[in-house]
């Protein structure tokens, strides 16, 4: 009896165990199409050249990659090869590649620009798996919007060998010719990259057009090589229903600027201070350096006045996504009152809220409204 309870335990709580066991990749692939070469050798049978469309090095360094299933076909040594399913993951991110029978990677020469097509997303941030050959490459990448606007960035790619901080390395590669496989087995090389976009509008992205800007003569070396998109959204901040809401405005907000004009204030619940030269970086919760003297008017009042409790709450405009636009104001709310904090008041006098565009203070109508919209106000709870 003893030894089949023992046995029991042995068999069924490891099983549950591992039931329990979740990944979470807060990176997610993006199905992307425009790739326009195929640069992975998967059939063992038909060998480099037939499989593939384009070498990603000029010759004589002519070289492709190739999968796992192609690496075992052909005896090479243990390790080599992109895994078959095309998943590559790092930490959190997860990448999916093309098939690898088909366009997988979008390579692109000096001076030459590539489209990759997706279903409009509003990921906060993007993320391209790929690498530099024949040297280290520069891109520019055009954030092409479904509103038809667009923002520019740019990056770089290490070279695929030696660069640092790759997050996948060692899988190998072969020379694109007829003939047996003429591969590099290093442990340590070829390399991939991540580069990594933060969006900065909250709107819907529909496509990244990229083009290769290496400096010198325009020619096929310096290459930019793309296989995966994925992208990323902060999990929203909880926000505590218990808090005590500010009570509706019966009158037009303050605008306040100094602490003189601060200490001028009425002391009376209820009263909204708008805090007009309060500002961010745009479409972040990155406090620009302009706003510190107004918020250091704010704390000495508070200090001044220590039985005042207050609300900090942000506003948006009403364009874009009505959970994202919530998410950004609360998000803003939160580092004034971190702000705050380090400038001597204590936490617990403070709420940080985030309306989004609920509480306009001007139609969305035009930029000068919108901009009205969008701010920042403390509000008096108790004094």
Partial sequence: ????????????????????????????????????????????????????????????????????????????????????????????????????????????????????????????????????????????????YSDGTTTIKSGTFPDWVDGPRPIIKGMGRMKREDGPPMYDGAPENPRMYEFNISVPEVKELRGLMIRNI?????????????????????????????????????????????LNELEELPVEVGVHVSLNNVLFKQSTAVLLSQSYSTLDSVSSFLIKNPTIRIEVAGHTDAYGHPKANVMLSRERAVEIKKYLVKGGVAGDRIIAKGYGGAKPIAPNDTEEHRRLNRRVEFVILSK
């Fill in 1 to 144: 009896m003893i030894r089949a309870a023992v046995l029991l335990l042995l068999q069924f709580p490891v099983i549950a165990y591992a039931q329990q066991v979740k990944t979470v990749h807060l990176y997610k692939p993006i199905d992307a199409s425009g790739f326009n070469q195929d640069v992975i050798v998967e059939n063992p049978q038909s060998g480099a050249v037939a499989s593939t469309t384009s070498e990603m090095a000029m010759a004589p360094s002519n070289h492709v990659l190739f999968s796992q299933a192609y690496a075992k076909a052909k005896k090479m040594d243990a390790g080599n090869g992109l895994a078959d399913n095309g998943k590559i993951i790092y930490r959190h991110k997860l990448y999916q590649l093309k098939k690898f029978n088909e366009p997988n990677a979008l390579l692109l020469p000096k001076g030459s620009q590539g489209v990759l097509n997706f279903t409009p997303v509003t990921f906060e941030v993007i993320s391209l798996l790929g690498f530099a050959t024949e040297g280290k490459a520069t891109f520019s990448i055009t954030l092409l």
């Fill in 214 to 258: 290496s400096g010198g003569e325009i020619d096929q070396k310096n290459r930019v090589v793309i296989f995966a998109v994925s992208g990323y959204n902060r999990p929203p901040i909880p926000i505590d229903e218990t808090e005590e809401p500010a009570e509706d405005p019966k009158e037009e907000a303050i605008v306040v600027e100094t």
